[in-house]
């Protein structure tokens, strides 16, 4: 699929790390380093725009390494960029650690993940179809 990108970063373009990666790494694009200090939130811009194809989107998710290692992650976790955005991505992090974090430029801040979609239309009646489950939910099973 090609996706046009307006790269206004002073950095390369988003790329997969490996050959089955599902989501391409993101970078911070700052003119100086950024303290997001404990419980703290920010948007932090990547100097990137782009134009989705009709019926997807770009999801934006944390990245493992700095989620478990330094406790930072996407707070509207999977953020959604869609298909008429033509604005700059900018990305809310949040720090969920006790100790500051130092973002600096360049820094792979989230990834992207581009996925088809679909748009729901309702059909409005007076009941449900009955299943197996019904209406539990919530850890109803019991299982762990």
Known sequence: MNIKIVNHSNHSLPEYA???SAGMD????????IILKS???KLIPTG???ELPEGYEAQIRPRSGLAIKKGITVLNSPGTIDADYRGEICI???NLS???FVITDGERICQMIIAKHSQAKWIEVDELNETDRGAGGFGHTGKH
């Open 92 to 94: 809310i992090l949040v």
């Open 39 to 41: 419980l703290e939130r």
């Open 48 to 50: 990137l725009f782009i």
């Open 98 to 100: 006790s100790e500051d």
């Open 26 to 33: 993101l970078r911070a694009n700052i003119a100086e380093p």
């Open 18 to 20: 490996t050959p089955l």
